[in-house]
């Protein structure tokens, strides 16, 4: 089901926290909203299930205005952060609820259980009460209940975030899965990166109730349209550097690099490196500086390069070298995957 | 176990020297209602049942039998018990979960009315029975008793209200249901712990009312047992403290067994939320 938001605004009292934003969703497209807290994501996904009332703008489900309708009508399934489990009831009847709010008859409840069970694989948990289930489990049953009454679109809000970090791995994948195969149309509100990049088709990253940027994880890692956005994806993050450019890029008195093909600008700008694309182990232009921190990973260590302009520079260096720290160094920069921003932040 | 009594025998001795005066008098009450001591003396000297007469034989004519106060107490406390806690479970879930209008207001009123000396109101209380023809009923008691006992029940069904997730009313709705559903569904049934001690605590608070039926409700049709008592005492021509200690035991029984029974849920009241 395509969802399709226009123009969206909400407000709390006198604060407004989303302005006219507008969001497009194909149909079976799994899309992260992306961003640090505050920026509004929650607030979107909860404008979508109907919780909160939009106040401006409208709401398309396929061809059909949801807009005002209440979040009983909508055909959403919502996996909330807690998971929201109804504590006194088993399993089975957490997953029969949504089916015996439609007055199903009890076979059929029983049925589509059953069925929906199988497929969060949690078949033998049914007679359990949500306390005597672990994180992931519980996270299951959540899914479960979201999906059994066959809802048009799933709406995840930052779903792993109460799961340690081997049942994240775990459960990331799972809920893929469930996605793909269920060919639903899902939302996943997260703060962190990694999920949005590794489950979604497509990211958005929010700012200040804004969408910065929407495309493909992989075109907004290698393209990012914005000081912004290249500054919160990327894990160790990227270094930015202040440059002047002349017909070349003028980092200190001491270190230039030459402008990178079809871009085109002169003054004061940000350079942005990643710290896989700058070492000894790259080819191209070289920077000068001296090491300044180095911090082991085991199959790679991080290392900080300071620039004689006071400037810091961090490359990823595969484990196995002999720089030390206080050693002047002369390292390569992978130019034609650096990135250029002008002053109010955009990419050049 | 040994080891602990031992250390601990100081605050044992403690213990033992504060509360035994307490225990010295219930065991009296006990012990006087079925025995006769000698004159001016502490020491039983006879074991008898006469004191507890009253309960197959009237006392003296004028008044209502045993049987009947005490279905009256029970109606009393029974009922008030189940207005307070009806209202309690609505009203504090409006004032927790729902947007109205003067909300804050009313919040404030509630902690105030909480901990007002009801005992002024009682001219203005009488008046209005009185207006309403409810002056002298069980029926007028009750309702005031239980509109007295309303702050409290509210106050506390309103913290075990706030420490139930939103989660669980949002995933509610999402599911389907309408909001009174998920009330009655998934959210009632998160604060039972705080509704059963709420039951029991209006139902004690009833039982033990003194001075709202005695002002409000004196005739002999509406009598409760602390009136009764009080009648027993203040009957100045012949003070038969056997029978009152009888009786006094007899409307304590009830009270000892809520307690011992429902021990553990009168506790939730001051623990408040669910667990898991």
């Known amino acids: 089901m395509q969802i399709k938001l226009q123009n969206f605004t909400k407000r709390f009292g006198d604060t407004t926290v989303i302005e006219d934003m507008s969001l497009s969703i194909a149909s079976g497209e799994m899309i992260a909203l992306l961003g640090p807290s505050g920026c509004g994501k929650s607030t979107t996904l909860f404008a979508i299930s109907g919780i909160h009332r939009i106040d401006g703008g409208s709401l398309h489900f396929g061809d059909r205005d949801v807009t005002t309708l209440p979040p009983q009508d909508r055909p959403v399934g919502v996996v909330f952060q807690n998971y929201a489990l109804y504590p006194h009831m088993s399993v089975a009847e957490n997953i029969g609820f949504p089916l015996r709010v439609q007055k199903l008859n009890t076979a059929e409840i029983k049925r589509r259980v059953g069925e929906m069970a199988e497929l969060v694989q949690i078949g033998n948990l049914l007679k359990r009460r949500p306390q005597q289930l672990s994180g992931g489990q519980q996270q299951r049953v959540a899914l479960a209940r979201a999906l059994v ?24 994948s799972e809920i893929r899965r469930l996605q793909r195969e ?16 590794s489950m979604c088709d497509r990211i958005a ?144 | 176990m040994n080891t602990s009594i031992k250390g601990n025998w100081i605050l044992i001795l403690a213990l033992t020297l504060f509360s035994a005066p307490l225990v010295i008098m219930y065991g009296f009450q006990l012990i006087d209602s079925v025995s006769r001591p000698a004159p001016g003396g502490i020491i039983p000297q006879e074991w008898e049942l006469t004191n507890w007469r009253f309960l197959w034989e009237p006392i003296d004519s004028a ?122 569904e998934l959210i009632l049934p998160q604060v039972k712990p705080g509704l059963s001690a709420l039951l029991i605590f209006s139902f004690l ?53 809520i307690y011992l029974l429902f021990q553990k849920r009168l506790m939730n009241i001051y623990g408040g939320g669910t667990k898991g």
């Open chain 2, 63 to 184: 008044r209502p039998s045993i049987w009947r106060v005490t279905f009256n107490t029970f109606v009393f406390a029974s009922t008030t018990a189940l207005l307070v806690c009806a209202f309690s479970i609505t009203a504090a879930y409006a004032l927790s979960r729902l947007n109205f209008p003067a909300r804050r207001f009313f919040l404030a009123g509630l902690i105030m009315l909480h901990a007002f000396p009801t005992i002024t109101l009682i001219i203005a209380i009488f008046i209005v029975l009185q207006f309403l023809g409810l002056y002298d009923s069980l029926m007028g008691v009750i309702l005031v008793k239980a509109a007295l006992e309303l702050p409290f029940g509210i106050w506390i069904m309103k913290g075990f209200y706030d420490s139930v997730p939103w989660e669980i009313e949002m995933a509610g709705v999402q599911d389907g249901a309408s909001r009174f559903r998920v009330w009655w």
């Open chain 1, 149 to 172: 009454r066959k809802p048009d679109v799933l709406l995840l809000d930052e779903p792993l975030a109460n799961l340690d970090a081997k049942l994240r791995l775990e459960m990331r």
């Open chain 1, 205 to 348: 990253l929010m700012r200040d109730g804004q969408i910065e940027q929407i495309s493909t994880p992989s075109e907004m890692y290698e393209r990012p349209a914005s000081h912004y956005v290249a500054g919160f994806l990327g894990n160790p993050p990227i270094s930015f550097l202040k440059a002047e450019a002349n017909g070349k890029l003028m980092l200190g008195a001491e270190n230039s690099l030459p402008m990178p093909q079809g871009v085109d600008a002169s003054g004061p700008i940000t350079l942005g490196i990643r710290p896989e694309h700058f070492g000894p182990q790259h080819q191209g232009p070289t920077v000068t500086g001296r090491v300044s921190f180095i911090e082991p990973q085991g199959r790679e260590d991080l290392i900080d390069v300071t620039l004689p302009d006071n400037q810091r520079l961090r490359a990823i260096v595969p484990a196995g070298h002999d720089f030390a720290l206080g050693q002047d160094v002369n390292w390569q920069v992978d130019l034609s995957r650096t990135h250029l921003f002008n002053a109010e932040g955009n990419r050049l």
């Open chain 1, 182 to 197: 269920t060919g639903i149309t899902a939302i996943l509100v997260t703060h962190d990166q990694i999920e949005a990049m």
């Open chain 2, 205 to 257: 608070a009833g039982w033990s009312e003194f001075i709202l039926p005695l002002v409000l409700a004196p005739g002999a049709d509406a009598q409760v047992l602390a009136t009764y008592m009080n009648a027993v005492i203040a009957d100045d021509t012949r003070p038969d403290y056997g029978l009152f200690k009888a009786i006094g035991m007899f409307y304590a029984l009830p009270v000892i067994a």
